[in-house]
């Protein structure tokens, strides 16, 4: 398994303003992931966000909304940018060393935007 | 914690008897299959997978059948406990412009004394 470590842990913010998410993996791994789960609901894919390549993007989910970083295959941050109160939901990463193998994941993000 | 499962069906069942949970998957290219379990306030926890070169595969308490051919797979959990409850998903890997993991919508798993 990989140990995964997701900041923060919970938020509360101002409509307008951005927020960085953090996502840093105790090992090396080739696939991350970005999640949102609206409550009661099953989880969305953002995008996938593969070392030294652009993030590729769901359906619905764009770049300037959802900047995603993939500097290194320990570590990947999702910024929320210019937050509405329809961006409220819980963030959550998630690794896989290799496609089609184990995906593991964080404890996710709760964002409240106010 | 937040509440997970609040608008997902629900199954319920009695504790010690074994639980039943399917889950129908979209993308009949799918190479690989994994079941998860959530609880409130919490990440999904990897439980199970299954490739799709095999029909089913048994864990701990928990097993995986896969049906290919009308796109289905199934959970069965043994002697089911207070400590199952929770919400779960099943989720496919595949590939179009990359590799994504997708995830169906989730059964909530209720377990009385």
């Known amino acids: 398994s990989a140990v995964i470590s997701q900041k923060p842990s919970r938020d509360i913010c101002q409509r307008g303003t951005s927020l960085t998410i953090q996502c840093q993996v105790d090992?090396?791994?080739?696939?991350m992931f970005w999640y949102r789960q609206q409550p009661g609901q099953s989880l969305t894919l953002i995008a996938t966000?593969?070392?030294?390549?652009?993030?590729?993007?769901e359906s619905g989910f764009v770049i300037d909304k959802f900047p995603i970083s993939r500097p290194n295959l320990t570590f990947s941050t999702l910024t929320v940018s210019n937050m509405s109160p329809e961006d409220s939901s819980i963030y959550l990463c998630?690794?896989?060393?290799?496609?089609?193998?184990?995906?593991?994941f964080g404890q996710g993000t709760r964002l409240t935007v106010v | 914690g937040e509440s997970v499962g609040l608008h997902l069906p629900t199954l319920s069942v009695q504790e010690g008897d074994n639980s039943i949970i399917n889950c129908a998957y979209s993308?009949?290219?799918?190479?690989?299959f994994i079941w998860y379990k959530q609880e409130s306030g919490k990440g999904p926890q990897f439980i199970i997978d299954?490739?799709?070169?095999?029909d089913k595969r048994q864990g701990q308490r928990v097993t995986v059948l896969l049906n290919k051919t009308v796109k289905h797979l199934s959970l069965q959990i043994a002697a089911t406990q207070p400590g199952d409850s929770a919400v779960y998903f099943c989720?496919?890997?595949?590939?179009?412009?990359?590799?994504?993991?997708?995830f169906g919508s989730g059964t909530r798993l209720l377990v009385r004394p």
């Open positions: 993308n009949s290219a799918s190479d690989y």
């Open positions: 989720a496919e890997f595949w590939m179009d412009s990359s590799y994504k993991l997708i």
């Open positions: 966000a593969n070392q030294g390549s652009e993030a590729t993007y």
């Open positions: 998630s690794v896989s060393r290799q496609p089609n193998t184990e995906a593991f």
């Open positions: 299954i490739r799709s070169n095999m």
């Open positions: 090992s090396q791994v080739t696939m």
